[in-house]
């Protein structure tokens, strides 16, 4: 459904991303994971059409993104990572606003907008300004505005940020429903055991390139490691943290 082709993007030179190039088939979850600043937002903007990439292509089903911005747009759901939302407006307000800058008929808006926030556990404060909300609610309006126009392709950036520990199980369980849907995501997170449960394949991204391109499984066995996050850890040559973590109580104490 989504297809990088040896996408690079450059900042005064130098690469954020460097050549990445993968698919995303529908009914799939693709795991996109990186140390801090390996390129994956940059990614995301690329391919949620806010940047052009300096090299490469994105083609949603066989179409450059950028011959029809705002059709693909309307295909696609984006849980960003860190949302702007406009607080004085109230959780029902805000899906409401979303619904009708994506064009969705009243109806829908009133039918979706009412039963999101409900499913999210969120009825109660749906008249409440978002200012008033705690940060797993606030994500939880993020979730229901990504979803309410029932996106092909949706990206969740950080998804379980502030998520109790309820609607994190929720969270998860919804993504087997939208695989079973034949929804295609892109799921960008640091929490890998979830990542490993969910993902049907992950890409592991560090300096803007691509180090693995695999499902889970495929990771673990390959390398005779028991967990993804060991995978990760020896892929991308994080530091010993167990003595980085004493040698940081020991400054605590110098
Ligand atoms: N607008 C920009 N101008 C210059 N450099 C940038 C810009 N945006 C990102 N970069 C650089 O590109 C690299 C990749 O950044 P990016 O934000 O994509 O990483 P990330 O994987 O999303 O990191 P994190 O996990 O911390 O969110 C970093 O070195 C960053 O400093």
């Known amino acids: 459904m989504l297809e990088l082709r040896q996408v690079t993007k450059r900042y005064r030179g130098i690469p954020a991303v460097d050549d990445v190039s993968f698919r995303l088939e529908a009914g799939t979850v693709l795991g996109y994971l990186g140390p801090n600043g390996a390129g994956k937002s940059t990614t995301v903007k690329v391919i949620t059409g806010m940047i052009e990439p300096t090299h490469g292509q994105v083609l949603f089903r066989g179409r450059s993104i950028y011959d029809y911005l705002p059709e693909y747009r309307a295909r696609l759901g984006y849980v960003p990572e860190e949302a702007q939302v406009y607080t004085h407006l109230s959780g029902l307000e805000y899906l409401q606003l979303v619904g009708r800058l994506r064009a969705m008929s ?49 990206i969740f950036d950080e998804p379980l940020s502030g998520l109790d ?34 993902c049907d ?3 592991i991204l560090a300096g803007g390139k691509v180090l693995a391109n695999a499902a889970p499984q495929e990771l673990t066995q390959l390398t005779a490691l028991p967990t993804l996050e060991r995978v990760f850890a020896q892929m991308v040559q994080q530091t010993d943290t167990v003595t ?11």
């Open 106 to 154: 009243e109806d829908a808006i009133a039918r979706r907008a009412r039963g999101m926030l409900s499913l999210f556990g969120l009825e109660h404060a749906a008249e409440s300004p978002i200012t008033d909300y705690s940060k797993g609610m606030k994500q939880r309006v993020l979730l229901s505005a990504a979803l309410m126009h029932n996106p092909e392709l949706i």
């Open 165 to 198: 520990a309820v609607t994190a199980r929720l969270f998860k369980d919804l993504l087997l429903v939208l695989k079973r849907e034949g929804k295609a995501v892109l799921y960008i997170s640091h929490v890998l055991e979830v990542v490993e449960q969910v």
């Open 201 to 203: 394949q992950v890409i």
């Open 244 to 254: 980085a973590a004493e040698d940081l109580v020991r400054l605590m104490h110098a």
